[in-house]
């Protein structure tokens, strides 16, 4: 049986938001997404799982693994010729990061299928990884992974760079209430960064404005309603022209952020708890950046091996 998915967007009683698919299992999953998540995730979700029934054109009974290998290589196949790659990866296709990410929404999919243990689906059809060759090795587990993705170190600023006037960095506590994988936490943020609040909310901030979010629109038609992420984009978009830089991304600071603290000698742990990574393994990629910091690091050791070696006695020959 043939099934191809049809995004579409209402609004169900009370104004709440609806994404379906055309499917039940779909549109129980989506609603499933949206009880848990935040919207950017459900919207992923959605496009994802569109992208990948219109490619099977099966419904989610009847998805093999080899309906999902051959998603695979639909996806890796050339979008401007074979002779066109790009330069990060060497790739002809999608990138692999978003390969990745659209077959996670997929097994995601079918985990919730599987454990509802009413819709037909008993095994999910999308593998961890390769069974790896050594004898007695579980799949999934230690295998080769189905997608390789490069490992890129990201882009930060130079200290000059980050000095952009309109933001600032470090000391005293911030609450992120919706922060990196929807967790809340508790941060550290410097005294300038508060300067730099108190001066926006005495002087900047419309009065009127009834939204309890600090930073609002502050012109046009949404004048004092919360500020969206792609306002802040487009605030940054500013910053960056005025400051004559030719690449600056809220990404990037973070990155930037992250990588001089790790140079400073912060504690990888601490860098953790701040960035808001659930695994240490996310946070080691700043070792790699703050080269300066492991240079100083070694120097240190070093020494401190030579002073415990006892110097060496040279014996007169004659």
């Not at 659209?102 to 999910?124: F, I, K, M, P, Q």
């Not at 000391?171 to 508060?194: C, N």
């Not at 419309?206 to 969206?228: D, E, T």
Request: with cysteine; charged share 25%; net charge positive.
């Amino acid at each position: 049986m043939e099934f191809m998915p049809c995004l579409a967007r209402s609004t169900a009683d009370g104004g709440i938001p609806v994404i379906t698919l055309g499917h039940p299992l779909l549109d129980d999953y989506l609603a499933f997404v949206a009880a848990r998540g935040r919207t950017n995730t459900w919207l992923a979700v959605a496009s994802d799982l569109k992208i990948f029934f219109t490619v099977v054109a099966r419904p989610p009974a009847e998805v093999t693994a080899a309906d999902v290998f051959g998603f695979l290589a639909e996806q890796r196949a050339p979008r401007h010729g074979s002779r066109v790659v790009r330069l990060e990866d060497g790739e002809a296709g999608l990138a692999a990061r978003t390969i990745t990410r659209r077959l996670s929404s997929v097994r995601g999919l079918y985990a919730y299928l599987c454990a509802r243990e009413d819709t037909g689906v008993l095994r999910n059809p999308v593998p961890g990884s390769l069974a790896a060759r050594r004898p007695g090795a579980r799949r999934g587990r230690g295998g080769v992974s189905l997608i390789r993705t490069p490992r890129t170190l990201p882009r930060v600023l130079a200290p000059a760079e980050v000095d952009v006037e309109d933001l600032s960095a470090g000391e005293r506590r911030l609450f992120v209430a919706e922060g990196k994988g929807g967790r809340q936490r508790i941060v550290p943020v410097s005294a300038r960064f508060f300067a730099a609040a108190g001066a926006y909310l005495e002087s900047e901030r419309p009065a009127a404005a009834a939204s309890r979010q600090v930073f609002v629109v502050l012109k046009g038609a949404r004048r004092g309603q919360p500020l969206s992420a792609a306002g802040l984009d487009e605030i940054l978009d500013g910053a960056r022209a005025r400051a004559g830089l030719e690449r600056a991304t809220c990404h990037q600071l973070r990155h930037t952020c992250f990588t001089r603290l790790r140079e400073a000698g912060m504690a990888l742990e601490a860098i953790q708890a701040q960035a808001g990574h659930a695994s240490i393994e996310s946070t080691r990629l700043y070792l790699h950046l703050a080269s300066g910091w492991l240079e100083k690091e070694y120097l240190r050791a070093a020494e401190a091996i030579e002073a415990q070696v006892p110097p060496v006695t040279r014996t007169a020959v004659r």
